[in-house]
């Protein structure tokens, strides 16, 4: 049974920092790729960064690049999203996905609509 628990979302000003966590359970992520997404109100699920478990390489948008960077643990259980030099525009909710058929990680973070696997989400606030 596939799994996805996200947190550490919170309230954090301009200028912060924040590190969600992806619990994962029921995956083979060696198989495929596994990303965040974030969907703020009024607007489309957007990929934010997504990483390959083969190879590791990794694809960011455009905004979050230099500012984000996703990783693993070694036991692959968990995926995080480092975040520094948040801005109002990254407030939104944040999703961990996975998905088993997609090997680029570009591929997976520009066609949410087929990412077949996702947690609940966390919120995240950017606000002073």
């Known amino acids: 049974e596939l799994q996805l628990v996200e947190s550490g979302g919170g309230l954090v000003q301009p200028g912060g920092s924040l590190r969600l966590s992806c619990a994962v359970s029921g995956f083979t992520f060696d198989a495929g790729a596994i990303g965040w997404f974030r969907q703020a109100p009024g607007k489309e699920r957007e990929g934010v960064s997504c990483?390959?478990?083969?190879?590791?390489?990794?694809f960011y948008k455009d905004s979050v690049k230099g500012r984000f960077t996703i990783s693993r643990d070694s036991a692959n259980t968990t995926v995080y999203l480092q975040m520094t030099n948040l801005n109002p525009e990254d407030t939104a909710e944040y999703f961990c996905?996975?998905?088993?058929?997609?090997?680029?990680?570009?591929?997976?973070?520009?066609?949410?609509?087929?990412?077949?696997?996702w947690g609940r989400g966390t919120q995240v606030t950017v606000s002073s």
């Open positions: 996905a996975a998905d088993p058929y997609i090997f680029a990680p570009h591929a997976m973070c520009q066609y949410p609509d087929i990412v077949p696997s």
């Open positions: 990483l390959s478990g083969s190879d590791g390489s990794s």
